[in-house]
């Protein structure tokens, strides 16, 4: 069973549309959603979680229909984290806790406090006077407390400090252990997607441009470095984009391995290599 | 629902303390017009949960949990409900317990009109702020809140001389009520927006 399916959503606004956007995300994966600001990676989480309504196409998560009545129970399947955790700053993490007791069926009482004594965080403190980091791990340990079976996480690593985040990733990959659990998160942090990832999608504009395992665009794609004359010489559609070097004369270009000669020695591309080059790279 | 109502509780307990000091300093002073300001001021209640929701963006937070629209919206009606009955009846149980003392009878139709006129205005307010949100909604909120309470306080000030007013009249404002929330709800799910 597919964790996420996307298929044909439409969505617009006044200047900014979704267009066309399938994506799939089979279960026991985890697929990071990469885009710039404004590309549509948070409207997409909230089309999945049916907080907006597709102007056309389907969304289904944990194989229900978001727009089906029943998708009120798929929700209890679901931990999701939004870049702010929107909790009411009167509430202290005690509070939030009896709140979500009262919300999720399944919510486990040991297990959040279990992670509000990992996380450090205090019980009895207000919620306006968290800093961002602790507001993210509260928001992290609500979501890992009422056995989802499906994250979604809209840059919930972002102002945690290396130490946690690092922390953090490896519970999300704890998390992904149990083959029917399945995670999708966004973040500018590439690095964090490179380490954490099964699948990458990079969504520009509105559009998914692709959606592929991680290993694959590894393999697929490698970075040139030399002179701008090499790089002439190879096939136009084996270079996807490319920088010129400051000071030294040359080139550095994402190039596809399998267009290049075969003797012709490549480096190793970063996601966040393939990624920035796609966005920025207009073939010169 | 629950949830959210508790969740809302734990928001605005500051200002429920601070209302149970007013409750206990209008009852002792028995006046019509107190109460009813005392009864329609807590229908306002609501108002302070929904700000500080708004505040911290907590319906886009809410979208994601297993969260049904008709929770969200009557939660509010229910919190509005529950501050008015709790305010009406400390009320009516103080000025039973001052009568022993003060020999003053205790307005027990005011505190009825006045718990009427609450409902009434809570099922007037409530859509409009759930559509514009309560920064946007404050002025048309204001101006009914405030035209219930001095039309309930007018009104509750004459309650005394009853035989005089017409008892359909009066038999009326339950009806209202009823009719005003059967209308208000399904229009505040319909006008619900996560802002």
């Known amino acids: ?284 | 629902m629950k949830a959210l109502i508790q969740k809302d509780f734990y928001v605005i307990w500051k200002q429920m303390r601070i209302f149970v000091v007013i409750i206990l300093l209008l009852s002792i002073m028995n006046s019509a017009f107190n109460i009813v300001f005392l009864v329609v001021w807590c229908s306002m209640l609501p108002y302070t949960a929904m700000a500080y929701d708004e505040r911290s963006h907590w319906n886009q937070l809410a979208a994601m949990m297993p969260y049904s629209k008709r929770d969200i919206v009557l939660s509010k009606y229910v919190l509005g409900w529950l501050c008015m009955a709790a305010a009406t009846l400390i009320s009516a149980v103080l000025q039973v317990a001052a009568f022993k003392f003060t020999h003053e009878a205790p307005t027990l139709s005011a505190l009825a009109m006045s718990f009427l006129g609450g409902l009434i205005a809570l099922d007037l307010t409530l859509p409009t702020v759930f559509r514009f949100g309560v920064e946007r909604g404050r002025w048309g909120f204001m101006i009914i809140v405030f035209g219930v309470a001095i039309l309930g306080g007018a009104v509750a000030g004459i309650a005394d001389e009853l035989p005089s007013v017409p008892m359909p009249a009066l038999a009326l404002l339950p009806l209202a009520a009823v009719a005003a929330t059967a209308v208000s709800i399904p229009l505040s799910m319909k006008l619900y927006r996560v802002n």
């Open chain 1, 1 to 284: 069973m597919n964790a996420i399916e996307l298929s044909h959503i439409h969505k617009s606004f006044p200047g900014f549309a979704i267009r066309d956007l399938s994506l799939t995300v089979p279960s026991g994966t985890i697929c990071g959603l990469v885009g710039e600001n404004g590309a549509g990676k948070s409207t997409t989480i909230r089309l999945l979680m049916n907080a907006l309504r597709p102007d056309g196409g389907t969304a289904k998560v944990l194989g229900v229909d978001a727009a089906s009545p029943e998708f009120r129970e798929v929700k209890e399947d679901v931990g999701v984290v939004l870049d702010e955790a929107y909790y009411p700053e009167t509430l202290t993490a005690v509070q939030v806790g009896k709140v979500m007791a009262g919300t999720y069926k399944r919510w486990d009482q040991g297990t959040y406090e279990g992670y509000l004594r990992r996380f450090d965080l205090p019980e009895k403190k207000p919620f306006k006077d968290f800093s961002r980091g602790m507001k993210m791990k509260l928001a992290i340990a609500v979501a890992l407390s009422h056995q989802p079976k499906l994250l979604i996480l809209d840059e919930a690593t972002s102002g945690l400090d290396p130490i946690v985040r690092d922390e953090v990733l490896e519970i999300f990959n704890e998390f992904t252990r149990e083959e029917d659990h399945s995670i999708l998160i966004s973040s500018h942090i590439l690095s964090d997607l490179e380490k954490l990832c099964d699948y990458i999608a990079f969504l520009h504009k509105g559009e998914l441009l692709f959606c592929d395992e991680k290993d694959r665009l590894l393999e697929t794609y490698g970075i040139f470095v030399g002179t701008a004359e090499q790089l002439e010489s190879l096939r136009e559609e084996a270079v996807l984009g490319r920088e010129e070097v400051h000071g030294y004369g040359g080139v550095r270009a994402l190039v596809r391995r399998e267009e290049v000669p075969a003797g012709l020695e490549l480096e190793r591309a970063s996601v966040e290599d393939i990624i920035l080059f796609m966005v920025k790279g207009a073939k010169k």
